[in-house]
């Protein structure tokens, strides 16, 4: 069965050092999704995209973060100077089209730690 | 915006019973989907279950199924002969209709233990 795939599984890093977290969405999937989890906290919504762009993105999602889907196969999701309240489980989603019922299909998440 | 209340922290059962997780959200649409995620340690999220608003039957999946009130805004969600691989958290999702641009949004989660 076609999975969402995500690396790295676990990453530390030292704040202010640039993380890049990688996705493989599923391969016929159009929509992709990063969301976030800081530890004991609900999920939360970051960015979607779509046709090489931005659709919507939460106020979480600020200059710091970025996306890009560089050879149509990763979908990328860039810190580039991370925080320490950046330290969270961080999800890669994909979804086929708008006329789906709407099942989001999740990777495993890349935990991320800022110290 | 859309908002998602899971109300209970934490939850737990024993093994073989049944537990009722809840759930309310707020909307001024008429027409959006609601789900169950289970997160397992395992860390990935796995879709439970389902439910059209639009649709007034009552979603089921095997040992799974829901009680979603529309007027009320309420979906609870009701495990059946619980079993240990059941624990994990399980969170509580809204969409709409249209929503393939803002996905998700969450409730805090529902942690379920399941006593042997």
């Known amino acids: 069965e076609p999975e969402v795939t995500q690396t790295p599984s676990h990453q530390v890093t030292q704040m202010g050092q640039e993380v890049i977290l990688r996705c493989v969405p599923i391969?016929?999937?159009?929509?992709f999704y990063w969301y976030r989890q800081i530890l004991g906290q609900k999920v939360e919504f970051l960015v979607s995209?779509?046709?090489?762009?931005?659709?919507?993105k939460s106020e979480i999602f600020d200059d710091q973060f970025s996306v890009e889907r560089p050879d149509g196969s990763n979908f990328t999701l860039k810190i580039r100077s991370t925080k320490l309240e950046d330290s969270a489980m961080y999800f890669c989603?994909?979804?086929?089209?708008?006329?789906?019922?709407?099942?989001?299909?999740f990777g495993e998440g890349s935990r991320l730690t800022v110290l | 915006a859309q908002t998602v209340t899971q109300s209970q922290p934490e939850m737990s059962v024993q093994e073989a019973e049944t537990v009722t997780l809840s759930c309310t959200y707020d909307?001024?649409?008429?027409?959006?989907?609601l789900f169950w995620y289970k997160q397992p340690p395992s860390r990935q999220m796995i879709l439970v279950i389902r439910?059209?608003?639009?649709?007034?039957q009552n979603a089921t999946e095997n040992r799974f199924s829901v009680n979603f009130q529309k007027a009320a805004k309420s979906f609870s969600l009701k495990i059946s002969d619980s079993q240990l691989g059941d624990a994990a958290m399980y969170f509580c999702?809204?969409?709409?209709?249209?929503?393939?641009?803002?996905?998700?949004?969450f409730g805090k989660g529902t942690h379920l233990i399941i006593q042997p």
């Open positions: 909307t001024s649409e008429s027409d959006y989907y």
């Open positions: 999702a809204y969409r709409s209709p249209g929503g393939g641009a803002d996905g998700l949004t």
């Open positions: 439910q059209e608003a639009y649709k007034q």
């Open positions: 995209f779509y046709n090489n762009e931005i659709s919507e």
């Open positions: 989603a994909s979804i086929r089209d708008r006329s789906n019922t709407g099942e989001l299909f």
């Open positions: 391969s016929n999937h159009l929509y």
